[in-house]
């Protein structure tokens, strides 16, 4: 969990955010292939007034299957980003199939 600075109040605030280091530690990835991941536009952070990079925890699940999967089957970077995002478009359809199936 990141701490933001608000200007206004100057009291630390809670953010569901997650500092560059931190997500680098949650995932295992280096920051050149975090970096990577960020220029292909499939993890897209907020930025703070200084330019620095924030997370959310979704994309520490991303990131970590991505991950996972690149590693066990040698897969490129461009490979593993179409399998996970392949997997998270079947995950979605099966939720809404679910949900039509709980409706009749």
């Known amino acids: 969990m990141t701490i933001v600075q608000i200007h ?3 009291v630390p605030v809670t953010s569901d955010r997650i500092s560059l280091r931190e ?3 949650l995932t295992g ?3 050149d292939a975090l970096m990577e991941l960020v220029r292909l536009d499939w993890i897209v952070p907020a930025r703070t007034a200084w330019e620095e990079f924030l997370f959310v925890d979704m994309d520490v699940f991303r990131v ?3 991950r996972r999967l690149c590693s066990d089957f040698e897969l490129s970077p461009v490979a593993g980003i179409i399998i996970v995002d392949l997997l998270e478009r079947i995950a ?3 939720e809404r199939l679910r ?3 709980d409706r009749l």
């Open 92 to 94: 979605h359809l099966e």
């Open 64 to 66: 970590r299957k991505y």
């Open 23 to 25: 997500f680098l530690e």
């Open 8 to 10: 206004e109040h100057a």
């Open 99 to 101: 949900v039509s199936a």
């Open 29 to 31: 990835v280096t920051e």
